[in-house]
């Protein structure tokens, strides 16, 4: 199957990847509630985690060297970006810890997150009763908090992605009548209209279109497109870990 798969990426004029939840370094992101500081901790997690849950972005990208792709990615780690892919061809309709937003979106600015704040935070969560609770961060504009630009917050300013959500728009037009391979990995059920759905209604339509469902649970497939698609059931991790000796 592997083999099968690394073929189909070989021979393919585009490569559409889509990545899901059983990706994300914290599996899903932690919903706005209680202390602020929750996600500002979640961000350090993340940190920690990017060198080993790095790896199968790397490995992603041994899969896609001089492929025309992109990739659609439900995580909210951000650690897409270890990859090395071309940034113009990576879209995150469910944002991340990258930036801050006003949490009542009173305008869709996004602000970077102040390097002070999060030194701040480490020192407090190492030292917790010691050192003063740092400052929460507020929206120069309204004074709300701000908080991630994710699709967790209260209101999410989903300005954050559309810019690439257009690109990538644009992109799949382009692949009409093309030989497409479609490689979906660890996407579950919470967002189905954003990979899931989309990525069957490609390959219903387009007869050069080929799809691997790879999911350690989710990996099913429904019988319209049968014919054109395989579920494979395996973490996403490891089946990228073979997959990239395949080249
Ligand atoms: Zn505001």
């Known amino acids: 199957?592997?083999?099968?798969?690394?073929?189909?990426?070989?021979?393919?004029?585009?490569?559409?990847?889509?990545?899901?939840?059983?990706?994300?370094?914290?599996?899903?992101?932690?919903?706005?509630?209680?202390?602020?500081?929750?996600?500002?901790?979640?961000?350090?997690?993340?940190?920690?985690?990017?060198?080993?849950?790095?790896q199968c972005y790397r490995d992603l990208a041994v899969c896609l060297e001089n492929k025309n792709y992109f990739i659609v990615t439900l995580c909210q780690d951000g650690l897409i970006h270890q990859g090395g892919f071309w940034e113009n061809r990576i879209v995150e309709p469910c944002g991340g810890y990258e930036k801050l937003q006003c949490s009542k979106a009173c305008s869709a600015d996004l602000y970077e997150v102040p390097e002070k704040l999060m030194e701040q935070v480490k020192i407090f969560l190492e030292r917790e009763t010691e050192s003063a609770v740092p400052e929460e961060p507020v929206c120069p504009k309204c004074g709300s908090p701000l908080v991630f630009n994710r699709v967790n917050a209260p209101c999410y300013v989903e300005e954050g992605y559309l810019e690439k959500w257009m690109q990538y728009k644009k992109w799949l037009q382009g692949t009409v009548n093309k030989s497409v391979c479609l490689l979906e990995l660890g996407v579950g059920m919470k967002y189905p209209s954003v990979i899931r759905w989309p990525f069957e209604k490609i390959v219903f339509f387009n007869q050069k279109a080929e799809l691997f469902r790879v999911h350690s649970r989710l990996y099913q497939i429904s019988e319209e497109i049968k014919g054109r698609s395989q579920g494979i059931r395996q973490c996403p991790e490891e089946f990228l870990k073979e997959l990239s000796k395949a080249f």
Do not use: Q
Request: hydrophobic content about 40%; glycine content about 12%.
């Open 1 to 54: 199957m592997i083999e099968h798969v690394a073929e189909t990426i070989k021979g393919a004029d585009l490569v559409l990847v889509g990545l899901g939840e059983e990706m994300d370094a914290l599996k899903e992101g932690r919903k706005e509630e209680g202390s602020w500081l929750l996600p500002f901790e979640d961000k350090i997690r993340i940190e920690e985690l990017a060198e080993e849950k790095g």
